[in-house]
């Protein structure tokens, strides 16, 4: 992030009530030690926090340089264009360097966002904090007021919009867990841009272009699909077919839906961070990108109609890109290293 950025974010914390920063001494007692660090397959990688037990590992962009001497695992990182962010289950908020983890225990529910600049995470009693992606300097707590959220909830949890810099986090109304209100905010200007009850519903996901919501209602299939202001409505019910189903990701224009079918739900793991199973919105029906199975691990969608599928093979863990058409753009077989990681984002 550059310096015209990060002073354009300060001037915004002095000026607006959105934004409650922190005292230079809270500020250094809990620095987010956000790092970049050079692998030997010349890959930068970014750890920050994460869902309870979780922290984040960026792979390269295609553009990234491989290293003199190394061309296979060069040509292995350039596969596919963008980050693929990976959790590390090691920490609640993990910084993995030459090899040694650090845990941080306040972060977690951590999201990226849409330009890889930002990150956002829960602390306790104090909202949701934002930090510079690249270097962990924490600008300030989104809503206004250090109070406590309710970060226990599992509803609560920050969600960047994948086109711009829109926060969506729900906070619970008067400290009654079962009244949620989802609020959605531009952190770039502090305005608040949506504000609705969340009705029962809750791990609500972005389309893959911002243009709608998904949310799930309890884990048995039933999804409610809206507009970024909450209007609109829709209820669906995906089959469950005997077990729990999770909401895990939504294309552009909310045209399909993947989730986790057979999911068991915890107090660690609310939601799942795997998908095996697409599903029609209109319909509830399954199909399109992924029938079911198949050693699926996870879909994303883009906002420009591409999907994102990571699946075990033979050979190990793939990650492919396919246009609108299920073209394949792109292929990219994982490190090893990686096999027991979830793809919790893609950022094109």
């Known amino acids: 992030m550059n310096n015209e950025f990060r002073e354009h974010l300060t001037e915004l914390a002095n000026k607006m009530n959105g934004i409650d920063m922190y005292d230079n001494v809270l500020t250094a007692s809990r620095k987010r030690t956000i790092r970049r660090t050079v692998l030997a397959a010349g890959a930068a990688v970014v750890m920050v926090g994460g869902l309870v037990g ?18 296979k695992k060069g040509e292995q990182s350039q596969g596919i264009p963008g980050q693929l962010y990976y959790p590390d289950d090691d920490g609640n908020y993990t910084i993995v360097e030459d090899g040694e983890n650090v845990g941080n225990p306040w972060a977690k529910d951590s999201t990226i966002s849409h330009d890889g ?21 924490v600008y300030g707590q989104f809503p206004p007021g250090k109070k406590d959220l309710g970060v226990d909830n599992p509803c609560v ?10 926060l969506l986090y729900a906070v619970e109304i008067d400290g009654d867990a079962t009244k949620l209100q989802i609020q959605i905010r531009d952190v770039s200007t502090s305005e608040l841009t ?21 949310a799930q209602k309890g884990y048995q299939g039933d999804m409610v699909a809206m507009d970024v202001d909450g209007s609109g ?11 729990e189903v999770s909401l895990f990701s939504v294309s552009a224009g909310t045209k399909e839906i993947c989730v986790a079918q057979g ?36 879909v994303h969608y883009t906002a420009d109609g591409n999907t994102l599928i990571r699946k075990s093979t033979e050979n190990g863990m793939s990650v492919t890109l396919y246009d ?11 490190p090893e290293e990686y096999a027991d990681y979830r793809l919790a984002q893609y950022l094109p």
């Open 263 to 298: 999911f068991q739900h915890s107090d660690d793991e609310p939601y799942s961070r795997t998908c095996n199973t697409t599903v029609d919105p209109e319909t509830g029906q399954v199909g399109g990108s992924v029938s079911g199975g198949g050693g699926v691990d996870a």
């Open 54 to 71: 979780v922290g984040l590992t960026v792979l390269p962009s295609a553009d990234a340089e491989p290293p003199p001497g190394d061309d």
């Open 324 to 334: 609108a058409k299920r073209g394949v753009l792109a292929e990219y077989k994982e």
């Open 233 to 243: 409505r829709n209820e669906f019910s995906v089959e469950s077919q005997g077990a």
């Open 157 to 166: 949890r920050p969600t960047w919009s994948p086109i711009d810099d829109q």
């Open 117 to 137: 600049k930002m990150a956002a995470w829960l602390e306790e009693s104090s909202g949701f904090l934002i930090a510079d992606d690249a270097e962990g300097t």
């Open 194 to 214: 949506a504000s609705f009850p969340a009705d029962g519903a809750c791990n609500f996901r972005w389309a893959a272009d911002g243009t709608g919501l998904v």
